[in-house]
Each structure stands twice: as structure tokens, then as C-alpha cells.
């Protein structure tokens, strides 16, 4: 799966998700271009954004702006946010490939399903 990390998630889960397979890349490797402009590049490129910031769920609901899925992580240490990050991602892959909002805490998770697609019947 391809998927951007947020400025705000630890660097070190790149390595987690790229060891398992995903091809991953970090905003965080150089200075943050602000939240608007990161949820474009997730969308333009296709990939599923995952990030600590609620404003991405915000920027998607309310704003309407494009995504190509993304997972918030609550209140998980940096060490724990790869594992977290990975097991959503193996649970939910279809659900975010369909545009999905999942907000992964702890014990739980939270989806909000992505748009229906309303397909034409001709």
C-alpha cells in the first residue's frame, strides 16, 4: 500500500510499514508544508495518509477536500505508533483504499466509511 506519514508521526514508523512491504514516505524529512498541502499530495499520489492531527478528518469532512484515506493515531507513544499503524492498515486496507477515516486508539477503532461511488448502469 502506498502512504504518506504526516509530519507529527515519528520517523521511525516509516521503517516499520517500508520492512512490511509498503512503499512509504515521511513529510517530516524536510520543513512542513501545512496540512492543506499535505492532504493534496496524499491525494494526488494516491496514498493513504496517516497522521496524529485531527484537522486531516476536519480538511476531509468538512472542507470536502479529495483524500486517498486516512488514519489518525490517538494518544500512542512513538514507538508504538508502527505497530498500531500496521495492524490498521492489514485490518482496514479496503476500507481506507475506499477512502476511509479511521482514528485507531488503543483499544479501539473508529471508521468512517469513504464516499460511495454511484456507478452508472448503461
Known amino acids: 500500500m502506498k502512504i504518506l506519514l504526516d509530519t507529527c508521526v515519528?520517523?521511525?514508523v516509516k521503517d516499520v510499514l517500508t520492512a512490511s512491504g509498503h512503499d512509504v514516505e515521511w513529510t517530516?524529512?524536510?520543513e512542513d508544508?501545512?496540512?492543506e498541502a499535505i492532504i493534496r499530495r496524499s491525494h494526488r499520489d494516491g496514498r493513504v495518509l496517516i497522521t496524529l492531527d485531527k484537522d486531516f478528518g476536519e480538511l476531509a469532512v468538512f472542507k470536502a477536500m479529495p483524500h486517498a484515506g486516512i488514519m489518525r493515531l490517538v494518544d500512542l507513544g512513538a514507538k508504538r505508533q508502527g505497530p498500531f499503524a500496521l495492524a490498521a492498515l492489514a485490518r482496514y486496507e479496503s476500507e481506507l483504499e475506499n477512502g476511509a477515516i479511521?482514528?485507531?486508539?488503543?483499544?479501539?477503532?473508529r471508521l468512517r466509511p469513504g464516499p460511495i461511488e454511484s456507478g452508472s448502469d448503461e
Do not use: Q, S
Request: charged share 30%.
Open 10 to 12: 515519528w520517523g521511525g
Open 28 to 30: 517530516g524529512e524536510d
Open 33 to 35: 508544508p501545512g496540512d
Open 102 to 109: 479511521l482514528t485507531v486508539y488503543e483499544n479501539r477503532v
